[in-house]
């Protein structure tokens, strides 16, 4: 039985909330789907205004997808939880027995003596809510959910990825074709996604400056591929 308390030592490490993760999620795609789409767009139409209304397209059609995403993995979590504590009412029901001796084996993972081990057991199981939620967290390792998760995780996702498609369509806006709107898209893009690899790799606790060349490395690479793409096609 896996005795280790999941929350120790968390002062010692750096975690981003849930918030923080849903907003690097829709960022990451936001900035670098649009910005392919309307790099392969460019090598294809001069229309620049055919090329904005593809953009904004797609990022409607990408923030709903990535907000569902977002809101049916919120779903799935609270599902999941609710079922194992279902099963775990039902096992503190039917084999009680069972259910105590895993929690006597976690305190004696701790160390204490038999005397406390005891005692620790029979007040803990005195009641079953909380014994449910001791072998929850401690048994199988799950913490129990937001139930607003799922709504929270497809707004943060969604607008996420609204706020970071428009960053490689705006200069589109303001130019009279494609090519150019490439050019000032491709300048602000990978500046903003060295930006945002820089954090997120502060974040996660990896090299800042590795991590933001490689986000904005990726992102080129996309824009370059589908921009090839469609030369050749277009050829």
């Known amino acids: 039985m896996d005795t ?6 968390t002062e010692e490490h750096m975690k981003g909330s849930e918030t923080l993760t849903d907003i690097v999620i829709g960022m990451s795609d936001g900035l670098t789907v649009p910005f392919a789409l309307a790099a392969g767009l460019s090598g294809a139409i001069k229309d620049v205004h055919l090329i904005i209304i593809a953009g904004l397209a797609e990022i409607a059609a990408g923030s709903i997808a990535m907000g569902l995403g977002g809101y ?27 259910e105590r001796e895993e929690v006597r084996e976690f305190f004696e993972g701790l160390g204490l003596s038999k005397e406390v081990q005891e005692q620790a057991t029979e007040e803990l199981i005195k009641d079953k809510d909380r014994w449910a939620d001791f072998m929850m967290k401690y048994e199988l390792g799950l913490e129990k959910p937001d ?10 996702i969604g607008a996420s990825y609204i706020v970071g498609g428009m960053i490689p369509l705006s200069p589109y806006f303001l130019v009279q074709d494609g090519i150019t709107g490439l050019q000032y ?26 991590g933001a060349f490689r986000v904005m490395i990726i992102g080129a690479i ?14």
């Open 147 to 156: 139930p607003k998760r799922a709504h929270k995780s497809a707004f943060n």
């Open 222 to 235: 996309a824009a370059g591929c589908a921009f090839g793409i469609a030369k050749l096609i277009e050829g």
């Open 72 to 98: 049916l993995a919120g779903k799935t979590e609270q599902d999941h939880y609710q079922s194992e504590l279902r099963r775990e009412y039902d096992e503190i029901e039917k084999v009680p027995q069972v």
């Open 4 to 9: 280790h308390l999941h929350h120790s030592h």
């Open 185 to 210: 898209s491709a300048v602000v893009t990978l500046i903003c996604l060295f930006i945002f690899g820089y954090f997120k790799s502060k974040l996660t606790g990896t090299s800042p400056i590795a």
